[in-house]
């Protein structure tokens, strides 16, 4: 039983240093990089193109237009924290099928 309990710790520990690194290697970029420019792909792709073709015009407009750039970072924030929920969900999910299917393996030996 304290085998197991040492287990439990010891992933606890290791699941707060991930965190950590993860905190770190977010917040280092901006405090190191002063006065920095942080623009997305969308940007640089659109002055990419007006570079290389400034007659381009686009196939098609948004079917709706955000009031602010927050706006449309909050949007990009919700999907991508909706997706990870989804694929830690699938991988809790496929954890804990294993983790019973090996209970079921071990209690029929």
Do not use: C
Not at 19 to 33: R, Y
Not at 46 to 73: C, D, R, T
């Amino acid at each position: 039983m304290t085998n197991q309990k040492s287990k439990i710790q010891k992933h606890k520990w290791n699941n707060w240093l991930l965190l950590l690194a993860v905190v770190a290697l977010s917040v280092t970029p901006l405090m190191l990089i002063k006065d920095a420019e942080f623009g997305g792909a969308d940007g640089q792709a659109e002055e990419a193109i007006k570079e290389i073709q400034p007659q381009y015009q686009p196939w098609f407009n948004s079917l709706i237009e955000l009031p602010s750039g927050e706006v449309e970072s909050l949007l990009f924030a919700v999907q991508a924290a909706a997706g990870a929920g989804v694929i830690g969900y699938v991988i809790g999910l496929y954890k804990g099928r294993s983790e019973q299917q090996n209970r079921r393996n071990e209690n029929s030996d």
